[in-house]
């Protein structure tokens, strides 16, 4: 969707930082996501880990 936003900006303004910038934010956006995906995921093992020394 940022993409989208930030190529309808560039399209408008003709301004290339905008674009750069609301692409970049989508990549943080994005390693943001994959890093909380990990962590629960790693949260899940943990989890079935104890379960199963129970």
Same mark, same amino acid.
């Given at each position: 969707?940022?993409?989208?936003?930030?190529? %309808?900006?560039?399209?408008?303004?003709?301004?290339?930082?905008?674009? =750069? /910038? =609301?692409? #970049? @934010?989508? $990549?943080?956006?994005?390693?943001?996501? *994959?890093? =909380? /995906? *990990? #962590? /629960?995921? $790693?949260? @899940?093992?943990? %989890?079935? *880990? *104890?379960?199963?020394? =129970?």
């Amino acid at each position: 969707m940022i993409k989208q936003i930030a190529w %309808n900006t560039f399209k408008n303004t003709g301004s290339i930082d905008s674009y =750069l /910038e =609301l692409t #970049k @934010v989508e $990549n943080i956006e994005r390693n943001i996501s *994959k890093k =909380l /995906e *990990k #962590k /629960e995921l $790693n949260n @899940v093992e943990q %989890n079935i *880990k *104890k379960d199963i020394q =129970l």
